[in-house]
């Protein structure tokens, strides 16, 4: 069992930054794919980014690409989702998970393991 926890939400005006981490409880997350999800309010959960340490492979939604940075330190069990040019629909609650196999996937329901979520709300 992966427990997963996630701090750096806040409030944010538009254009401004955050720094999202989520700190994970396993061993090593060498064995993982770790991805950050958000979810607004009335909307489904969608995939914003993932990373896994095989191959250094990071992948992006079209919509936080270029904005969002995702990147990990193994000997701290780390995950950072480094968020620039925020933009009020980028609201939303933000999920850290975890997936036991190593391919960059894109779908909620393929992680094994999810945090509480931390709230990121951008003001106008």
């Known amino acids: 069992q992966v427990q997963l926890v996630e701090s750096g939400g806040g409030l944010v005006q538009a254009g401004g930054s955050l720094r999202l981490s989520c700190t994970a409880s396993?061993?090593?997350?060498?064995?993982?794919?770790m991805g950050w999800f958000r979810q607004a309010p009335g909307k489904e959960r969608e995939f914003v980014a993932a990373?896994?340490?095989?191959?250094?492979?990071?992948y992006y939604a079209d919509s936080v690409k270029g904005r969002f940075t995702i990147s990990g330190d193994n000997a701290k069990n780390t995950v950072i989702l480094q968020m620039t040019s925020l933009k009020p629909e980028d609201t939303a609650v933000y999920y850290c998970?975890?997936?036991?196999?190593?391919?960059?996937?894109?779908?909620?329901?393929?992680?094994?393991?999810w945090g509480q979520g931390t709230q990121v709300t951008v003001s106008s």
């Open positions: 396993a061993r090593t997350l060498k064995i993982y794919t």
């Open positions: 990373m896994n340490w095989s191959g250094s492979s990071t």
């Open positions: 998970a975890a997936d036991r196999t190593l391919s960059l996937r894109t779908r909620a329901y393929d992680y094994d393991y």
